[in-house]
């Protein structure tokens, strides 16, 4: 199983800042990486797949890269409603599907 | 745009079977290019993938729950579920269905199983 850690747990940071959270893999995943978005009480939301390819309808302030065992996801200047937790998850060896443990990024 | 919905009873007693359907709207489950997917996220935890149906009935599982769970699919109904046997209070989540393209995408708005003794 791959194992997904994401760093770190909580990040605090004000409005307009620009906003780097990490995962790593156990193990290379090429670029079979998804990253999530999760608000309070709603399901999460798919942002990124492919480590860098943006789903439907995200806004281009977020970014994602990497490749291997390190991957990025850049929000770039952040906004109230970016306030939520997140996952990343590979999907290069199932199963089973593995998720990171999630990034909450919270207001400063 | 396809939308799914998870229904089923809420409260379930240990040791029995939490059962769960995943109905989908304004889209069809009968592709061969998805798996149709559970996830589930214990109060104030993260994710955890419970596994995948294929349209052929193909079901692949994550290894900590396998023996104890079903996943399976009706594409007359439009539906595929879930079953989870012998329940314990760690089983107390909010269980999820998705599409899953290897990543997850659309999630149903999840339901929240509590576990009683």
């Known amino acids: 199983e791959i194992v997904m850690t994401q760093s770190p747990a909580t990040l605090s940071v004000s409005p307009g800042e620009r906003v780097t959270l990490s995962c790593r893999a156990s193990q290379s995943v090429s670029s079979d990486l998804a990253w999530y978005q999760q608000k309070p009480g709603q399901a999460p939301r798919l942002l990124i797949y492919r480590a860098s390819i943006r789903a439907t309808g995200i806004p281009g302030r977020f970014s994602g890269s990497g490749s291997g065992t390190e991957f990025t996801l850049t929000i770039s200047s952040l906004q109230s409603e970016d306030f939520a937790v997140y996952y990343c998850q590979q999907y290069y060896q199932w199963p089973p599907l593995t998720f990171g443990g999630g990034t909450k990024v919270e207001i400063k | 745009q396809l939308q799914l919905q998870e229904s089923g009873p809420r409260l379930v007693k240990s040791s029995e079977t939490l059962s769960l359907t995943c109905s989908a709207s304004r889209g069809s489950i009968n592709s061969g290019t998805y798996y149709w997917a559970w996830i589930r996220q214990a109060p104030g935890k993260g994710l955890e993938y419970i596994g995948s149906?294929?349209?052929?009935?193909?079901?692949y599982y994550t290894p900590s729950l396998e023996g104890r769970v079903t996943i399976s699919i009706d594409m007359s109904k439009n539906q595929f579920s879930l079953e989870l046997r012998s329940v314990t209070a760690a089983d107390t989540a909010i269980y999820y269905c998705a599409r899953n393209e290897n990543w997850f995408d659309p999630w149903g708005q999840g339901t929240l199983v509590t576990v009683s003794s």
């Open positions: 149906v294929y349209y052929n009935g193909n079901a």
